[in-house]
Nanobody, 115 residues
Framework: QVQLEESGGGLVQPGGSLTLSCVAS????????MGWYRQAPGKQREMVAA???????NYADSVKGRFTASRDFAERGVYLEMTSLKPDDTAVYYC?????????WGQGTQVTVSS
């Protein structure tokens, strides 16, 4: 089993920045992909960014150029640096990890972009 613990959500004004952190514990060997998803009210959960073991990162088109995801393999963490935030970025952000056929989720952290 893998446990994921997120931190760093909160309220930020449009144009502001926020960084999310997620640390994995438990059976953390061979986490092929770690990344972030988000779910806004009334919408489906969507992929925001995903980082592979090789460091290759895939981003949703809506966040390219504004968000940067990274992994710290020693600390078993994944981070999401968010800049130029927009009200449309308001959502619950979930840390995600994939290990072979299994998918793991964090409990989610709320990000609200509002003036």
């Amino acid at each position: 089993q893998v446990q994921l613990e997120e931190s760093g959500g909160g309220l930020v004004q449009p144009g502001g920045s926020l960084t999310l952190s997620c640390v994995a514990s438990g059976s953390t060997d061979s986490l092929h992909v770690m990344g972030w998803y988000r779910q806004a009210p009334g919408k489906q959960r969507e992929m925001v960014a995903a980082v592979s073991l090789s460091g290759y990162t895939n981003y949703a088109d809506s966040v390219k150029g504004r968000f940067t995801a990274s992994r710290d393999f020693a600390e078993r963490g994944v981070y999401l640096e968010m800049t130029s935030l927009k009200p449309d970025d308001t959502a619950v952000y979930y840390c995600n990890a994939q290990k072979y056929a299994d998918t793991y989720w964090g409990q989610g952290t709320q990000v609200t972009v509002s003036s």
